[in-house]
């Protein structure tokens, strides 16, 4: 019966860790870096500090659009993919 305590106890910590490794921002965090790292809502936008040329929207379908204005350049991130990309690295 321990035995199976310590094994079920040892999946929970593995599958836990690994599910909530892309865990809550500091309450510090810039409102851009929430947006970037996915934790901001549709139709949010926030200014980048250091360009104010540059602005980040959350879409509707959860990817996130850069606007540089100077530039009239527009990138599409995704989040969600880039954690994962991430996470795969390891």
């Known amino acids: 019966m321990k ?3 310590v094994i079920t106890a040892i999946v929970f ?3 836990t860790s690994s599910a909530f490794a892309n865990g809550s921002l500091s309450p510090a965090a ?3 870096d929430k ?3 996915g934790h901001g809502n549709p139709g949010e936008i926030a200014t980048a500090s ?3 040329n540059v602005t980040f929207e959350v879409l509707g ?3 996130v659009q ?4 100077q530039f009239g350049t527009v990138t599409i991130l995704d989040p969600k993919q880039e954690w ?3 996470r795969d690295r390891r």
């Open 3 to 5: 035995s199976k305590l």
């Open 13 to 15: 910590t593995v599958v």
């Open 30 to 32: 810039s409102q851009v």
């Open 35 to 37: 947006i970037v790292q």
């Open 50 to 52: 250091s360009d104010p």
């Open 61 to 63: 379908n959860g990817k």
């Open 66 to 69: 850069r606007t540089n204005k």
């Open 84 to 86: 994962r990309r991430n």
